[in-house]
């Protein structure tokens, strides 16, 4: 009987000293071993013992009705990013012509009011100069009537405001008012050499001066006139007061 262990033969002489791995194997101490090849080190496909390919298993066909579901699967998938996508746009779409609308109204709306504010206003000032223009008729008449002697200051800045140059002038007031110019305004048209005219035409309050080259209209109706327009109204001047009028007769 072969013994299993073996003694390493040494080398013959001059040889040097042999490499540990140079000895042969025997069978006896390989206990299992296969055929090696190159694939086995790529990773390549399997390969029976006889290094031939081995193949894979098929997977079985779907049936129709697999087919089918599959297809419903991925149609169902398809129309539901499709729906989707196309919601997100209509979406997109809604809010932004809201977003129109609401601007659009707002600003009708916002264009409404202030034609309605400035239409309040403008009836506001009228009715505010309406009755500035009462007041101050009111007051006119009661300077008139309490204080005839102001006649005369309106006579002197009538007859100033002709230029140095004008001649031949003349002031025309009422004959009531007559005595109150000839002493208020006496200095001035002495000066100016005015002559006063007594002209019952002219309202109590006012006058008339004329000239050569120019006139100078200081009724109580034209100074009235040119307040009446400051204060927006324009009104007329007129003798009679509106307080004093037939309850009955409708006032302009």
Known sequence: MTSSKFKNVPPPEGSGKASVYARF????EL???????????????AHDS??????EP???PLSVAEQLAAQLRAA????????YRDGLSALDGFK???AAQITSQLGRLMASHGAQLDGLQQQLA????????AIARQVVRSELVAHPALVAAVAQEAVEALLLSARHITLRVHPDDAPLVAQ??????????????????IARGGCRVDSDIASVDGTVAARWRRASAALGSGTEWTDADPSDADPGEATP
């Open 25 to 28: 194997i025997p069978r006896e």
């Open 31 to 45: 206990s299992a071993f296969e055929a090696w090849n190159p694939s086995a080190l790529s990773g390549g496909d």
């Open 50 to 55: 006889a290094g031939l390919p081995t193949a």
């Open 58 to 60: 098929e997977a079985p």
């Open 76 to 83: 169902r998938q398809s129309g539901y990013q499709d729906g």
């Open 96 to 98: 932004q012509g809201y």
């Open 126 to 133: 009228q009715a505010i100069a309406v009755c500035a223009n």
């Open 184 to 201: 208020g305004a006496a200095e001035v048209m002495k000066a100016r050499g005015a002559r006063l005219i007594p002209d019952a035409s």
